[in-house]
């Protein structure tokens, strides 16, 4: 286990060993780049909400901004072969009102043999049965937050179970990461599992369901915690993976590590030309064990989603629905009168990882658990857990360029902590389009605007410059 939390220091140069030029057959593969440059302004004291959320932590929280990026990758090119493999490293330079930026973004290598995975490195990643580009975030897992380095090996995309007659399709993984950002605990590890299944096949009728279950574990803590070093040997790995008690801090009654818990579940429809996707996701921090026996538990707690699709109408060719409530946290009391009930679960904080599910001051779920980049007085928890959130998300194409909008109304109830309401209104516009005479240069322009006590009035625009095209084929 000491091998698997130092990894993160050699991990780069295992990427750089295999972005070199090889190949074990005569197929030609192609290296792609990608270069962009983008401005951001905004009238306010931070950017606007659905400027900064949800873009793999592209996007600070400052009111101005100035960024150049650059990418070389190669995807999977060869579908009819039982081996592939592909690799990304992507690099920011910038500045902004309250640092300068010079950071890796995307660092991964992955390669496939038939319907597994081996992914190492850091990559921007779609994890839960939300819709991928309209929603407004997993309970768990969402774009919020920039990729973290970890070590993935299981079946990413639904493949056929045999000799199920093709109707029953499974995908799962299980990962292991590090939390590099140290702005409490030091060294703090990621334990990840998911597992899905799907019924239906080649039917118009598809079943879903899912459970993801992740922990933060490990690490070291500073002088003035009233803890140490935390336990991360292979013993303490199988105590995380089946969810087993701990052994400070209260931990002796409870899971050791912070452990966060997810299920899913999932309709889908084709009907003529329409792909009609309904998605449900809860939420819970009371033991992995619980999720399965006591379902009562965070019931009135989720996001509920339906999203309508049709790639023959232009104008208007996706559409997503979206509820969200955090506010019921399994109760007022975690204990009262020597009576354990188990609710006050304060979702994404944690009493001894007081950095809490966030990663570089982001919640790595969904953005409307408000990140800790918000907090005006230097706190690095989560003040605004409880939420109720209506959002609705369309995309299209007009005029040749590709758009999506963002409407989002949400009610801010704070914490059990510090109690405070404010309704908030968050809207976006995104438009991109490609001109071929200037050699396909991509423009893309993002409008943003917050109306509300919570995150203030503010209204933010950010442009984006991109060109990309083949590098070199070997």
């Known amino acids: 286990m000491k091998f698997l939390q130092r990894f993160h220091k050699i991990y780069v140069i295992i990427i750089l060993f295999f972005s070199f030029p090889f190949t074990t057959d005569a197929q030609t593969d192609t290296a792609r780049y990608e270069v962009s440059v983008s401005a951001l302004s905004a009238s306010g004291k931070l950017s606007p909400f659905w400027l900064q959320s949800n873009r793999y932590g592209l996007v600070t929280h400052s009111p101005h901004e100035l960024?150049?990026?650059?990418?070389?990758?190669?995807?999977?090119?060869?579908?009819?072969?039982?081996?592939?493999?592909?690799?990304?490293?992507?690099?920011?330079?910038g500045n902004d009102k309250f640092s300068t930026i010079y950071r890796p973004h995307e660092y991964f290598i992955k390669t496939r043999y038939k319907a597994f995975e081996l992914n190492i490195?850091?990559?921007?990643?779609?994890?839960?049965?939300?819709?991928?580009?309209?929603s407004l975030g997993g309970m768990i897992f969402s774009k919020n937050s920039r990729p973290m380095p970890k070590i993935s090996l299981g079946i990413e995309r639904f493949t056929t179970v045999p000799y199920t007659f093709g109707l029953l399709e499974i995908r799962g993984a299980i990962v292991h990461g590090w939390f590099t950002d140290n702005i409490y605990t030091k060294n703090m590890l990621l334990h990840h599992k998911y597992l899905y299944a799907q019924l239906g096949g080649h039917l118009p009728v598809k079943i879903q369901y899912g459970v993801e279950h992740a922990t933060q574990w490990g690490g070291k803590f500073p002088a003035n915690s009233p803890y140490s070093q935390m336990r991360h040997s292979w013993k303490d790995f199988f105590t995380i993976f089946i969810g087993g008690s701990g052994g400070i801090g209260g931990e002796e009654i409870n899971a050791l590590g912070n452990h966060i818990l997810s299920q899913s579940l999932g309709l889908n429809l084709n009907i003529n030309n329409f792909e009609i996707n309904t998605y449900w996701q809860n939420i819970?921090?009371?033991?992995?064990?619980?999720?399965?026996?006591n379902n009562t538990m965070n019931s009135a707690d989720g996001l509920w989603?339906?999203?309508?699709?049709?790639?023959?109408?232009?104008?208007?060719?996706?559409?997503?629905?979206?509820?969200?409530?955090?506010?019921?946290?399994?109760?007022?009391?975690?204990?009262?009168?020597?009576?354990?009930?188990?609710?006050?679960?304060?979702?994404?904080?944690?009493?001894?990882?007081?950095?809490?599910?966030?990663?570089?001051?982001?919640?790595?779920?969904?953005p409307f658990i408000t990140s800790p980049a918000y907090n005006t007085n230097g706190s690095i928890r989560s003040n605004n857990n409880m939420v109720r959130v209506r959002h609705v998300g369309l995309e299209g194409e007009i005029g040749g360029a590709g758009y999506r909008g963002f409407i989002s109304f949400s009610k801010n109830y704070g914490d059990y902590n510090l109690r405070k309401q404010s309704s908030d209104?968050?809207?976006?516009?995104?438009?991109?389009?490609?001109?071929?005479?200037?050699?396909?240069?991509e423009i893309c322009w993002s409008i943003a605007a917050d109306f509300g006590s919570f995150y203030g009035n503010n209204i933010g625009l950010l442009v984006t410059l991109k060109k990309s095209g083949d590098l070199f084929s070997y």
């Not at 997503?320 to 009930?341: A, C, M, R, W």
């Not at 209104?425 to 200037?438: A, M, R």
Request: with cysteine; glycine share 10%.
């Open 305 to 366: 989603g339906i999203s309508l699709k049709n790639d023959e109408l232009k104008y208007v060719n996706k559409i997503v629905f979206e509820y969200l409530n955090t506010t019921d946290q399994s109760g007022p009391y975690h204990d009262k009168d020597g009576i354990v009930y188990g609710g006050c679960d304060d979702y994404y904080n944690n009493y001894i990882y007081l950095n809490g599910w966030n990663y570089f001051m982001r919640t790595i779920g969904t």
């Open 425 to 441: 209104l968050s809207l976006l516009l995104d438009v991109k389009k490609k001109y071929p005479k200037l050699d396909n240069l």
């Open 284 to 293: 819970t921090e009371d033991g992995p064990l619980r999720i399965i026996f």
């Open 121 to 134: 490195g850091a990559r921007e990643e779609i994890i839960g049965n939300q819709d991928p580009s309209l």
């Open 67 to 93: 960024k150049i990026m650059g990418e070389i990758s190669k995807e999977y090119s060869r579908p009819e072969k039982n081996w592939d493999y592909g690799y990304t490293f992507s690099l920011i330079l």
